[in-house]
């Protein structure tokens, strides 16, 4: 049986379709249609079905999947090895997660490989569609901000992000602490609001957690970007939700006062999430390992 055929068949089979096949392995769908068709005729066995969107597998395909996967994974990695003699990485990662993550922590995380010959390809976005691109095949990784799933995606935690209500220091000495602490969101009516998104999610995750209510107030501003957030809380418009990773220098220097300790602050596992056969290339594993390694830092 050809081994071409079985390694197409393993990459529609995680990806759940012939088209994103095509693109893992860089061929037309036609040919992944025809490798597909081939191997059902070799084995006298249907292996898919095809749906309006995608292919479901058949249980021939789960027994075949199953069997196949780890020979198939590990000869993928040698021949990764072969081609990359002379350099780690032979060819740039593309890489998606979070804009505010991948430009605080991911880069500066990534310093050491870059500077031995990584080249990465780095795409922003929303975590759904990156994962759908990751599922593809037009990443290597993804950071993601919700649990990944689904049988062609590998996802580890990488790390947990805590939320903390903030505003400057000119807001916070017009806020009564002891009615924040006995009433809750009550103490915060007229205080604008600042936001990434119309629906607040992180503030009304805040909301929900800390104060077991919704927030009533409509955000002042909006704006698509975490660290516009904190510089317009910085310069006084507001307060707001953030990750305490993007914020801790402002809490430091007193930049940022902390509306409010609570004993169990809203938490947000990150995912670092992957292919299964692509966690055997040796580039791959090298830079999950490093963010692995440096996210507990973070």
Not at 216 to 227: E, H, I, K
Request: proline share 7%.
């Amino acid at each position: 049986m050809d081994l071409s055929l079985l390694r197409t068949f393993l990459a529609a089979y995680r990806s759940g379709s012939l088209t994103a096949a095509a693109r893992q392995l860089d061929l037309s769908q036609p040919t992944v249609t025809a490798q597909m068709k081939s191997l059902e005729k070799q084995l006298g066995l249907q292996l898919f079905r095809r749906l309006p969107r995608g292919i479901a597998p058949t249980s021939v395909a789960d027994e075949l999947a199953v069997e196949i996967a780890p020979h198939v994974d590990a000869l993928s990695a040698i021949a990764e090895r072969g081609l990359s003699q002379h350099t780690p990485f032979p060819r740039p990662m593309h890489l998606g997660g979070p804009a505010e993550l991948i430009g605080t922590r991911v880069l500066p995380a990534l310093a050491p490989l870059i500077d031995e010959g990584l080249r990465l390809r780095i795409t922003l976005g929303l975590a759904d569609e990156l994962l759908t691109g990751l599922s593809e095949g037009r990443f290597d990784l993804v950071v993601s901000t919700v649990r990944p799933r689904g049988r062609n995606i590998s996802a580890t935690p990488l790390t947990d992000e805590e939320f903390v209500l903030v505003a400057a220091p000119s807001w916070a000495e017009r806020i009564d602490t002891a009615l924040l602490l006995n009433d809750g969101a009550s103490a915060l009516r007229g205080v604008p609001v600042i936001s990434y998104a119309e629906d607040m999610p992180l503030i009304r995750r805040f909301w929900r957690t800390v104060f077991q209510t919704r927030p009533s107030a409509s955000p002042a501003v909006v704006v698509p970007d975490l660290r516009a957030v904190l510089n317009a809380v910085v310069a006084g418009a507001g307060m707001t939700v953030l990750p305490t990773y993007l914020c801790s220098e402002e809490l430091a220097s007193g930049a940022l006062v902390k509306l409010l300790d609570v004993e169990t602050a809203p938490l947000n596992t990150l995912f670092l999430a992957v292919r299964p056969a692509a966690k055997e290339n040796a580039a791959v594993a090298a830079v999950r390992s490093l963010l692995l390694m440096q996210a507990r830092l973070w």
